[in-house]
């Protein structure tokens, strides 16, 4: 099946440039956005409203841990539906999660769990020993992570070291195998928007100050009473925090407000990073020369010629 990918920065408008696809193209959306994926914070989340051809929007409950192997999962399912049904459907993925988009192209590795005993242990033996037991490790009984391991960053040399023992199997056996990419690169359309940084913090503020009008206070409020916590997943939704701070009284909506934008600026800008650094083969569309509109045709012009 044809598809299209359309990832970008929080705030940029990726929604309105599906909006416009979808009017051109026969398709279904499906969420490439870890946040949007949970029930109960439509509007600090910006989730779009139901409907009956948007695919994997709000059906996870607050307290679920939901991964990246999860949204694949559900994605396979989906795909094989519509390959049975509506063939001829364009798939169009939309989100910021950069790693839901990596997977979805590249296959990921399911990694056994690791127990909560061999993470402790770890920990102590880090603690007596530091990093060189574990590489020591590595070396005896996974040579070919020992050769390639970054031997300055603690927190990946102990999670290779964790794996082998929770599972017996050395880390490299699971990243080589990899479950398979669930969509072709030929029948794809990969775009990446852009926008200029001061355009694109102020219109996250203008966003963020529309969600506190259109209710996202009386939103967090109502999540709280229904369950939402601290170690909840979607609690890490940018606004929360804040405007659960707001609510126990420790700050005032002011300085929620600015803190939420602040951290809406910083997560934008690692965004835009990560989008450049990865994705460097994709179309890059800016919205500083383009408006959306005219993005929407050049992809459909690309959709036909797959």
């Not at 790693?99 to 296959?107: Q, R």
């Not at 609510?247 to 600015?258: N, P, T």
């Not at 934008?261 to 990073?273: L, N």
Request: aromatic residues 8%; hydrophobic residues 35%.
């Amino acid at each position: 099946m044809k598809a299209v990918l359309i990832a970008g920065p929080t705030g940029i408008g990726k929604s309105k440039l599906v909006s416009l696809l979808e009017n051109e193209i026969n398709s279904v959306v499906i969420n490439a956005d870890a946040m949007q994926v949970y029930t109960s914070l439509r509007i600090i989340t910006a989730r779009p409203p139901d409907n009956p051809n948007y695919y994997l929007y709000g059906h996870v409950e607050d307290n679920v841990s939901y991964s990246v192997g999860n949204w694949l999962e559900d994605v396979a399912h989906i795909i094989k539906e519509l390959s049975k049904n509506s063939p001829d459907k364009v798939l169009i993925f939309v989100g910021g999660t950069g790693l839901y988009f990596n997977s979805l192209l590249n296959g990921i590795s399911y990694i056994p769990d690791v127990t909560p005993e061999i993470k402790n242990k770890s920990s102590e033996l880090f603690r007596e020993h530091g990093i060189k037991f574990f590489l020591n490790e590595l070396e005896k009984f996974d040579q070919i992570t020992f050769s390639s391991i970054d031997k300055s960053n603690p927190r990946r040399v102990l999670r290779a070291w964790e794996v082998l023992k929770a599972s017996g199997k050395p880390i490299s056996y699971f990243h080589q195998n990899r479950m398979p990419s669930l969509i072709s690169e030929k029948e794809s359309v990969k775009c990446v928007l852009k926008l200029k940084k001061p355009t694109l913090d102020h219109l996250n503020a203008e966003r963020f100050r529309g969600m506190l009008s259109a209710g996202a206070i009386e939103e967090c409020e109502l999540a709280r009473r229904n369950g939402m916590g601290p170690l909840s997943q979607s609690f890490k939704a940018i606004g929360v925090s804040e405007i659960v701070n707001f609510l126990d009284g420790v700050v005032k909506l002011e300085d929620s407000e600015k803190k939420a934008i602040t951290r809406t600026r910083q997560y934008s800008k690692r965004q835009v990073t990560w989008f450049r650094n990865n994705f460097s083969d994709w179309k890059c569309f800016s919205l500083d020369e383009l408006n959306h509109s005219q993005i929407s045709k050049k992809i459909i012009t690309s959709i036909g010629k797959l």
